[in-house]
């Protein structure tokens, strides 16, 4: 793919940072576009966003380090170079859901309301992240066993260039397209969030089906990620993002029951 945008001088521009950046302000501008639908503080919501990236960002490079410690061991700086991809993105799901709880107590802000509008700001981010995956060569798939590296199929991604992440034994081999099979399915997240947003009975239910949706969606394309920042909890069946997986989608569960029930009572239909 192209994980150098362009350079000038000695100035290098990684298309997976710009991929990142334009993930962050379309984020930014829906979050915008809702709040003031909703009448909530359009800048205090914007100022969320800021803060909830930042601690995003720190969770993922942090899960992202913890999951290749041995590697990071022998080249410490490189755990600074973010902009050469390596974030994940279930850290970035913990980092920026802490912000967020903090932030919105501190101000008092609705939280559950303020929660819909964030997670679903989130996907349409991922969608471009995932673009920025596929440029750089993280997050890649496995190679594909019964594929004609002389003629792939259409839909398989090949890497040749040197600077790709890739590791050098899998390039130039046709690889699943699990990085732009993510943006995908983050991109219809969205969209389906976004249209479920004004049918949805309580606040809360939209970070509850992202929750859920998100989880099986990523679990299964754990089985075709050939890159080993995933790590395994059982080597060889169940990598780190299933394992976690298996709680957010238990955690989704819960919070949909919890607030409808909720919800129910507070109407008066309980």
Same mark, same amino acid.
């Given at each position: 793919m192209h994980p150098?945008?362009?350079?000038?001088?000695?100035i290098v521009?990684?298309? #997976?940072?710009?991929?990142?950046?334009?993930?962050?302000?379309?984020?930014?501008?829906?979050?915008?576009r809702e709040a003031e639908r909703l009448g909530l503080d359009v800048n205090k919501i914007l100022d969320l966003a800021f803060w909830v990236l930042i601690g995003g960002l720190i969770g993922a490079r942090l899960l992202f380090i913890i999951t290749l410690w041995k590697d990071f061991m022998h080249y410490p700086l490189e755990m600074l170079k973010v902009w050469k991809g390596g974030l994940v993105w279930y850290g970035g799901v913990i980092g920026g859901g802490l912000t967020?709880?903090? #932030?919105?107590?501190k101000h008092n802000l609705p939280f559950w309301p303020v929660i819909d509008i964030i997670s679903t700001a989130a996907f349409i981010g991922l969608a471009f992240g995932r673009l920025g995956c596929t440029s750089a060569g993280c997050c890649h798939g496995k190679v594909i066993p019964w594929a004609d590296p002389k003629n792939p199929p259409w839909w398989a991604l090949v890497f040749t260039d040197d600077?790709?992440?890739?590791?050098?034994?899998?390039?130039?081999?046709?690889?699943?397209?699990?990085?732009?099979?993510?943006?995908?399915?983050?991109?219809?997240?969205?969209?389906?969030?976004?249209?479920?947003?004004?049918?949805?009975?309580?606040?809360?239910?939209?970070?509850?089906?992202?929750?859920?949706?998100?989880?099986?969606?990523?679990?299964?394309?754990?089985?075709?990620?050939?890159?080993?920042?995933?790590g395994f909890v059982i080597p060889g069946v169940l990598s780190t993002s299933q394992f976690i997986g298996i709680f957010t989608f238990l955690a989704g569960i819960y919070f949909y029951w919890y607030l409808w029930n909720k919800n129910k009572k507070e109407s008066g239909n309980g």
């Amino acid at each position: 793919m192209h994980p150098v945008l362009f350079k000038i001088g000695p100035i290098v521009i990684h298309t #997976y940072g710009v991929m990142v950046a334009l993930g962050f302000i379309m984020g930014m501008w829906y979050s915008a576009r809702e709040a003031e639908r909703l009448g909530l503080d359009v800048n205090k919501i914007l100022d969320l966003a800021f803060w909830v990236l930042i601690g995003g960002l720190i969770g993922a490079r942090l899960l992202f380090i913890i999951t290749l410690w041995k590697d990071f061991m022998h080249y410490p700086l490189e755990m600074l170079k973010v902009w050469k991809g390596g974030l994940v993105w279930y850290g970035g799901v913990i980092g920026g859901g802490l912000t967020a709880y903090y #932030y919105i107590k501190k101000h008092n802000l609705p939280f559950w309301p303020v929660i819909d509008i964030i997670s679903t700001a989130a996907f349409i981010g991922l969608a471009f992240g995932r673009l920025g995956c596929t440029s750089a060569g993280c997050c890649h798939g496995k190679v594909i066993p019964w594929a004609d590296p002389k003629n792939p199929p259409w839909w398989a991604l090949v890497f040749t260039d040197d600077r790709s992440l890739v590791p050098l034994s899998m390039r130039g081999k046709p690889l699943y397209p699990t990085q732009p099979l993510s943006s995908l399915c983050a991109f219809c997240l969205f969209s389906f969030l976004l249209v479920w947003r004004r049918y949805k009975k309580f606040d809360g239910e939209l970070f509850s089906l992202a929750l859920i949706i998100y989880s099986v969606y990523r679990f299964l394309i754990e089985f075709l990620r050939g890159d080993k920042i995933r790590g395994f909890v059982i080597p060889g069946v169940l990598s780190t993002s299933q394992f976690i997986g298996i709680f957010t989608f238990l955690a989704g569960i819960y919070f949909y029951w919890y607030l409808w029930n909720k919800n129910k009572k507070e109407s008066g239909n309980g």
